[in-house]
């Protein structure tokens, strides 16, 4: 773990150095990836609530049998 607010400075200053445009590429990249995992579990989240609606209906139909 960094403690020391010059260690943390100089880090700052290194990364500068080496992403000198700020990190905007790796920003977008991570925003991309995290729209895409979202859509994922949202897709995923509706496909399981229609499973449980389909379960559901057919234990009701079962039940009135």
Excluded: C, F, K, Y
């Excluded at 403690?3 to 445009?21: E, F, K």
């Excluded at 990249?29 to 995290?34: K, Y």
């Excluded at 449980?52 to 039940?63: D, H, I, K, N």
């Amino acid at each position: 773990m960094i403690r020391s607010p010059r260690t943390v400075t100089l880090a700052q200053s290194l990364v500068l150095l080496l992403v000198p445009h700020g990190g905007q590429h790796a920003a977008r990249r991570n925003a991309w990836a995290g729209m895409s995992a979202d859509a994922a579990r949202g897709r995923e989240r509706r496909e399981a609530q229609a499973a449980v609606e389909l379960a559901t209906s057919a234990r009701q139909v079962r039940a009135s049998r």
